[in-house]
């Protein structure tokens, strides 16, 4: 006696108890009369209490800590034992659906459905142990959704054999070990069976996928072209990237490297990134506009830096994307990469926007919201899931933020609420804008009177035309100064004068506004030049490497507060006072504040707590992020290199320079399952592509090795 492949595979597809589904016979199969092909049934047959979800109604996936209990793991292997259900589901679809392909391809269906069986009796005697019976969790129909729609046996190869049970490379290998680790050698062994299993399965499917595949076209570029959207090459590896297990079943080496930077959502919206450094110009014009040369090419080299912001599954646009090599080495330091996508050039000549992402998006987070990104990202906003009016994105309010005249007014403000606290600079440090010669000279005799002889001159927006001008005690105004001052004054209207304060000690305090208010998120110390220029930024490092001195400063602590009273002052009185002000504006977003330790004409110290606000993401948070990826008691130096400084190192360009420096620093990771910085240095932006700027992460044991290589 013997059954024909057809009917078998029909059992299993409609039978309607689970002994159908999983009974193999012990009939021969022949496949003589394979039938004519069959349409995809808009529901899959099963027994009532197995049905699958379509509502969206999903069980809790229980999370590795809760695996010491047995029932929690039992909940687990549900899980597992519905995907194994459907593979196997799918497998019989794909003989009733396809009866003219090959039978060589038909006969290997049949012994992967019949593993597949297998696997299932095992989780679901497996799970029964643990006191859970199947069906009593809800069952979830993406599975059977992103596979029943095949069309021909190649989308059957690259949805299940190369996306879904190559994923399982990673998963079964990777839960093999939390089981063992919890103690549940049982379950580890079958586990590692259904490992051994898939590889065998990933093999046979990349068989014929390069039988099928378009001629000229590498494996990865026509798996990729294949899948469609919302299913990607993300779908198909897990947490635990498993590279030899893929080389096991026949991947190529560039494949397998190109799948693990590979980056796009599986589910959550995401946001979109990008970087728009010079934001501020088109504030202060107030309209999108050209950019020197410059600042387009600090925009093109930097492009990368929001990676470090983003979350996983989050967007990323950039005009150039960095090379497979720099991402792959910045995975391996534990970062985890965005979904990078290239910007388009608009049909008006317009430059640049933001690509036709084809999905439902987060929120939009360039760099800074300002005409530029406003123009940007203009067709995306419909795709926003909760989009704000476009005059929140962008209003007479929101720019005035950007002005240094603003947040001296403000700070002045706050610090007037303040004059009680001894160790709280005055208001009357605070700058004045000034909109003539005379006030001017005003102002200058002021704050001279006041005992600051020195002061700094500032535009309220900055622009590339326009820095910072200090002038010193009696020093005449030279007619260079003069015409800026001029030409500051025609173009902005005012220009903000201020003290030369004797600095001590340089620091940010990032924070985000939300509809739900402003949120704290950290501090960052800064290194700036005697000048007050930004040099670079430490991390995990606020007060080590301190003089005494300033660390009991910064750290005292007020009795009914019990912490540090600066931490109090900007997490919480400066923080309400804020929030009520970008409340007032619309503003949402990341927000910096600029705030530094000086000592007085008398040599006190004091802070002042506003020097600027920034409205926008700064490097200051760019640094908090990085250091969260250090290990717990390393230290960070965060900087940006320019080619002036690339030029004294004596290297040709910043890719020589990169490689003797990672040469002579190589990084240094922990041994645990999500990498930890303990040492090294490396470019945080690709060195293969920089032409003038390259950020650069420095990680050392000690602050003292770190000062060090930063000659502090």
């Not at 080389?247 to 080496?253: K, P, T």
């Not at 040369?293 to 990323?316: G, H, I, N, T």
């Not at 500032?458 to 015409?483: M, Q, W, Y």
Request: glycine content about 6%.
């Amino acid at each position: 006696m013997a059954i024909q492949l057809q009917e078998f595979a029909e059992q299993v597809l409609f039978g309607t108890s689970i002994e159908a589904k999983l009974s193999f016979p012990r009939e021969e199969i022949i496949d003589t009369l394979p039938g004519d092909p069959i349409v995809t049934p808009r529901q899959l047959t099963r027994p009532q209490h197995l049905l699958l979800r379509d509502d969206g109604v999903r069980a809790k996936h229980p999370s590795q800590a809760k695996l010491v209990d047995e029932k929690e793991r039992g909940k687990l292997l549900h899980f597992f034992g519905n995907h194994e259900l459907l593979a196997t589901e799918l497998m019989a679809l794909a003989i009733l659906k396809f009866p003219d392909a090959p039978a060589s391809f038909r006969r290997g269906l049949l012994e992967t459905l019949k593993d597949e069986q297998i696997h299932t009796r095992l989780y679901m005697h497996r799970m029964e142990q643990c006191g859970v019976e199947f069906g009593e969790l809800p069952l979830n129909d993406y599975f059977w959704k992103s596979v029943s729609s095949m069309e021909d046996p190649l989308d059957y190869v690259t949805r299940l054999s190369l996306t879904f049970e190559q994923a399982n490379l990673d998963y079964s290998r990777e839960y093999g070990k939390v089981f063992n680790t919890v103690g549940d050698s049982g379950t580890a062994k079958i586990l590692n069976k259904i490992y051994q299993d898939e590889i065998e399965h990933v093999g046979f499917g990349l068989k014929w996928f390069r039988r099928w595949k378009a001629s000229g076209k590498t494996d990865w570029e026509a798996y990729r072209e294949r899948l469609i959207f919302p299913l990607s090459p993300a779908r198909a590896k897990g947490n635990d990237f498993n590279a030899a297990g893929r080389l096991e079943a026949g991947l190529d080496q560039g494949f397998i490297q190109d799948l693990k930077i590979f980056q796009q959502s599986r589910g959550r919206t995401p946001n979109v990134l990008w970087f728009n450094p010079q934001a501020e110009q088109c504030a202060a014009s107030n309209r999108v506009v050209a950019h020197p040369k410059v600042s387009q090419q600090l925009q093109s080299d930097l492009a990368f830096l929001p990676a470090y912001l983003s979350r996983q599954d989050d967007v990323l646009i950039m005009t150039q994307p960095p090379s497979a090599e720099f991402l792959r080495r910045i995975q391996d330091y534990g970062f985890h990469l965005p979904e990078i996508h290239v910007s388009a050039r608009s049909t008006d000549g317009g430059g640049e926007r933001a690509p036709n992402l084809k999905r439902k998006l987060g929120e939009l987070r360039p760099w800074a919201w300002s005409p530029d990104s406003h123009a940007f990202f203009e067709h995306c906003l419909p795709h926003v899931a909760h989009p704000r009016a476009h005059d929140a994105l962008w209003n007479k309010s929101l720019r005035a933020l950007y002005s240094k005249a603003w947040s001296a007014q403000w700070g002045q403000a706050f610090a007037a609420d303040h004059h009680a606290l001894d160790w709280i600079a005055p208001d009357s440090i605070y700058g004045h804008a000034v909109h003539n010669f005379e006030e001017f000279t005003d102002a200058r005799k002021h704050f001279a009177e006041g005992g600051y002889p020195h002061i700094v001159c500032k535009v309220p927006f900055a622009t590339a035309a326009h820095g910072n001008r200090c002038l010193l005690a009696d020093e005449a105004l030279s007619p260079e100064l003069c015409k800026w001052l001029e030409t500051a004054w025609q173009q902005q209207s005012s220009v903000v004068v201020e003290p030369w304060l004797e600095r001590v000690f340089d620091f940010s305090v990032q924070y985000e506004m939300s509809a739900e208010g402003l949120k704290h998120i950290g501090y960052a110390r800064m290194v700036n030049n005697p000048r007050g220029q930004f040099q670079g930024i430490l991390t995990n490092a606020l007060c080590k490497g301190l003089a005494p001195e300033l660390v009991r400063f910064l750290m005292q602590r007020e009795p009914e507060q019990g912490r540090p009273r600066v931490f109090h002052h900007f997490e919480t009185s400066l923080a309400h006072r804020l929030e009520a002000a970008l409340h007032a504006a619309q503003f949402r977003g990341p927000i910096g504040v600029d705030a530094l330790l000086f000592r007085d004409h008398s040599g006190q110290l004091q802070i002042k707590s506003v020097v600027e606000i920034n409205p926008r993401f700064t490097m200051g948070r760019v640094a908090l992020e990085l250091e969260s990826h250090n290990a717990p008691r390393s230290v960070g130096y965060f900087q940006i290199m320019t080619r002036s400084q690339l030029r004294k190192t004596g290297s040709r360009d910043f890719k020589q320079w990169a490689a003797q420096l990672t040469s002579t620093h190589p990084v240094q990771v922990s041994a645990r399952a999500q990498p930890q910085i303990r040492s090294g240095s490396f470019p945080l932006n690709d060195p293969t592509t920089a032409q003038q700027f390259l950020a650069v992460y420095h990680v050392r044991e000690s602050i003292h090795d770190l000062l060090q290589q930063i000659g502090q």
